[in-house]
């Protein structure tokens, strides 16, 4: 009956949407895969691809200066395993870790968690959103409008302490 296959065709549909929904939630997109995560003073873009279980890519971390008046940055080589989910990184040029070592993670949805090592032995996780190079470049330019505005505000203390110096 007319009643009974287009109740069929509503079912292969639902079916169709669960299917393609729970497929892209572990799957990585074809292409190199990016990720972005922003933290409080910085910001992290990891770059990879995967071929055959192993990611090669790179890393960039931005970050404001210690004075908060300048971005430094700072690039690197990455590689390594994806399986199913989980994925661990080598940290080869030490940008992500002191010592350059493995991070482990998980990819979850679109975004990829990381457990980064803390000094006090304990793994803290940070979530990366899947972004491209543009967000990063846009999240850089933000950090470079702060590192700007506190540079103006650093020459303009020192300026006012100069003429204050030359009243005494």
Not at 58 to 82: C, K, M, R
Not at 113 to 135: C, W, Y
Request: glycine share 8%.
């Amino acid at each position: 009956s007319r009643a009974s296959s287009s109740k069929m065709a509503y079912y292969v549909m639902i079916l169709i949407v669960i299917v393609l929904t729970t497929s892209a939630c572990t799957s990585i997109p074809a292409g190199p895969s990016g990720y972005l995560a922003i933290l409080p003073g910085g910001t992290i873009f990891i770059e990879f691809t995967s071929s055959n279980n192993h990611i090669t890519g790179n890393v960039q971390v931005a970050q404001l200066s210690s004075d908060g008046s300048q971005v430094e940055s700072t690039t690197g080589s990455i590689s390594g395993t994806i399986s199913g989910s989980a994925v661990t990184i080598n940290d080869e040029n030490a940008v992500l870790t002191s010592n350059g070592g493995n991070i482990s993670g998980i990819i979850q949805g679109s975004d990829l968690v990381l457990s980064f090592p803390e000094q006090n032995g304990q793994l803290k996780p940070v979530r990366f959103i899947h972004a491209t190079m543009l967000d990063y470049n846009a999240t850089v330019a933000k950090l470079q409008h702060e590192a700007n505005q506190t540079a103006a505000a650093q020459a303009a203390a020192q300026n006012a302490a100069a003429v204050q110096a030359r009243k005494q």
